[in-house]
């Protein structure tokens, strides 16, 4: 009852509830509630991205067949999509188990290029036997409010008005668009992960982009996977200040009035149902505010049970720190420490993943 009384108090709006009033009443009707659901967070959020299907190619750079000790194939690639103003390219980095039989791929979204990465041990994912993809999102636009830089510059704004999010998260796709032709993966277990400002990002593609079976949202906070009324930390009102171009217009005239919203962030979380979302939380990342976070989670459960799936198991009180709520199908955990890609966070994301495929 604890968490129950908690969720009531905040006057959510009701996931299952369609536009025009409805109740969503069995599985079948979910999928057209979730097409909703990113709808209205595509015109109030995030802005509207062009769709495909799109011609995309790809020009290996480099490529190691002997990499990590031999554990690995390892390749830099450039991906060449063709846009409206022409082919736009943008490098990523592919590791491939070699002894692994079909591996299931996690696409990460990070900070910088480099692989292996402080947020990212390319090793130890390729031991667990998974292949690894990555690329910078600053390779894809520039996290600035510049809109005319990379993939940003090569759409029309007044056809899209996509914020920053939208196009990281547009490139993740097309980077699965082309690993439809590279040989020997499993592409039925494709995961999307990013942290914080990319955890944000990986959940809007996992909206979207339904080939994805899994989201990662590492310490995604606000305007993420964090429940907005009530949240404390960040808010509409701090984050459309300093880094309103992440989102469309349409998202400022939320700041201070988060009570309006016809949505909230459970919103985000649910359009993966009947697919897998994992949320990794930090106890001390108070802007990200853990405790919404898992609210968000607990929310969207009621999809998931819709749908005859696992709810989020979790005990009917606010987590505490190292307490794993990895059994539903979706997930949550609470590490203790500060806001980071930790390894800690990776493990229990390829726990959850190996124990779904
Ligand atoms: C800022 C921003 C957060 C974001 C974080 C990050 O702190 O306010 O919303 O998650 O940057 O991406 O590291």
Not at 165 to 180: C, E, G, K, P, T
Not at 201 to 219: E, I, M, P, Q, Y
Not at 284 to 305: C, G, I, M, N, R
Not at 323 to 347: K, P, V
Request: charged fraction near 25%; aromatic fraction near 14%; glycine fraction near 6%.
């Amino acid at each position: 009852m604890f968490l129950t009384n908690k969720i009531n108090k905040l006057n959510l709006p009701d996931i299952l509830t369609f536009n025009d009033g409805s109740k969503v009443q069995s599985p079948e009707q979910w999928e057209k509630r979730r097409l909703e659901i990113v709808e209205l967070l595509t015109r109030e959020e995030y802005g509207n991205s062009p769709q495909g299907p799109f011609k995309v190619m790809s020009e290996v750079k480099a490529c190691n067949k002997y990499e990590y000790a031999g554990k690995a194939e390892t390749a830099e690639v450039n991906i060449k999509v063709d846009t409206d103003n022409g082919v736009f390219t943008f490098p990523i980095i592919q590791n491939i188990p070699t002894k692994v039989k079909n591996p299931p791929v996690i696409i990460h979204i990070n900070f910088r290029p480099a692989s292996p990465d402080y947020y990212m041990p390319t090793e130890e994912i390729i031991d667990n036997g998974f292949a690894l993809v990555s690329f910078c999102y600053n390779d894809v636009t520039m996290d600035n409010k510049d809109f005319t830089n990379g993939i940003a510059g090569m759409y029309d704004r007044s056809k899209y008005n996509w914020g920053k999010i939208a196009m990281w998260a547009w490139a993740v796709s097309r980077v699965l668009d082309y690993l439809q032709i590279v040989p020997g993966l499993d592409l039925n277990n494709v995961a999307v992960t990013g942290h914080s400002r990319l955890g944000k990002t990986s959940l809007w593609c996992g909206a979207n982009d339904t080939r994805f079976k899994f989201v990662f949202a590492n310490n995604s906070g606000c305007s993420g996977d964090a429940i907005t009324r009530e949240k404390t930390g960040e808010r509409v009102k701090q984050i459309t200040n300093a880094i309103g171009y992440w989102f469309c217009d349409n998202y400022y005239k939320y700041a201070d009035n988060e009570a309006s919203m016809p949505f909230d962030q459970h919103f985000l979380v649910a359009a993966m149902a009947p697919r897998h979302v994992y949320c990794g939380a930090a106890i001390e990342d108070t802007w990200a505010d853990p405790y919404s976070q898992f609210l968000s989670y607990y929310a969207a459960s009621d999809v998931y049970k819709l749908l005859g799936l696992k709810k989020l198991s979790c005990e009917d009180r606010l987590p505490e720190p190292d307490d794993t709520y990895a059994a539903g199908d979706l997930g949550y955990h609470l590490r203790s420490g500060a806001h980071y890609y930790s390894r800690y966070d990776w493990n229990r994301y390829m726990e959850f993943m190996r124990s779904k495929i």
